[in-house]
């Protein structure tokens, strides 16, 4: 069996508020194998953001250890772990974070020219396509509806061919109509790029569609047999 792509042992995260610490996450133990679709599920608060950034290192954890790929993530400095998630990691937010002053093509291409591609704005454009915004091109977010911005996002986070799909909560601000097309155009992301996906979502048929799901609770995977008898 092969080593899983990630891998988090006794992972904790606390953070120091004004009225103390406050403890988010508490020893979360759990592998994810390569290829595999995992869907964080629970209710709000109970930490399913924090343990995706966590993997994506964009929260250092406090306590344990966290491993991408084979690579420590809890011994990476800020730099280090920017470098990593551009070269092995896509992230989609329920908040598209695409910059207002770049039309979509730059949005997408940008990322790629950091990371020393040649071939930035070919592939950039090559991924407006697969998402049906090849058209839209030169417009810039201000000029797209929500949908059409999770899709460029979507393509900012498939060009560079990442190893790791994260998503948190991808359909979260869109209506129904648009969050079925952005599940559809995830999992063909993930499957044309052969990409573990990992997403954090409220929606139950997205859910459905993991391979398998992991609920929280409290900071905390919950015991699915416990679960159960308090239902």
Excluded: W
Excluded at 142 to 160: D, H, K, T, W, Y
Excluded at 172 to 187: E, H, P, S, T, V
Excluded at 189 to 208: I, K, Y
């Amino acid at each position: 069996m092969s080593d899983p792509i990630l891998s988090l042992q006794d992972a904790a995260l606390a953070l120091n508020g004004n009225a103390g610490r406050i403890d988010i996450l508490h020893g979360i133990t759990l592998d994810v194998t390569r290829g595999e679709t995992l869907g964080l599920i629970g209710p709000s608060g109970s930490g399913k953001s924090s343990l995706l950034m966590l993997m994506g290192g964009l929260e250092q954890a406090t306590g344990g250890t966290i491993r991408a790929l084979g690579q420590d993530l809890t011994a990476m400095d800020e730099d280090t772990l920017a470098r990593f998630r551009r070269d092995h990691m896509g992230v989609v937010f329920q908040s598209f974070h695409l910059i207002p002053t770049m039309t979509a093509l730059e949005n997408v291409a940008t990322p790629l020219e950091l990371a020393g591609h040649r071939d930035a704005f070919a592939r950039a454009q090559a991924e407006l396509d697969a998402v049906g915004l090849g058209h839209r091109a030169d417009h810039y977010p201000a000029q797209m509806s929500g949908g059409e911005q999770q899709r460029v996002a979507l393509a900012r986070a498939s060009a560079p061919r990442p190893q790791i799909l994260l998503a948190d909560e991808p359909t979260g601000n869109l209506d129904a109509a648009n969050g079925a097309m952005i599940m559809d155009l995830l999992f063909d992301l993930r499957d044309r790029h052969g990409a573990t996906l990992v997403l954090v979502t409220h929606s139950n048929e997205l859910a459905r569609r993991c391979d398998r799901v992991i609920r929280l609770r409290d900071g905390r995977i919950a015991d699915p047999a416990r679960e159960r008898a308090a239902e």
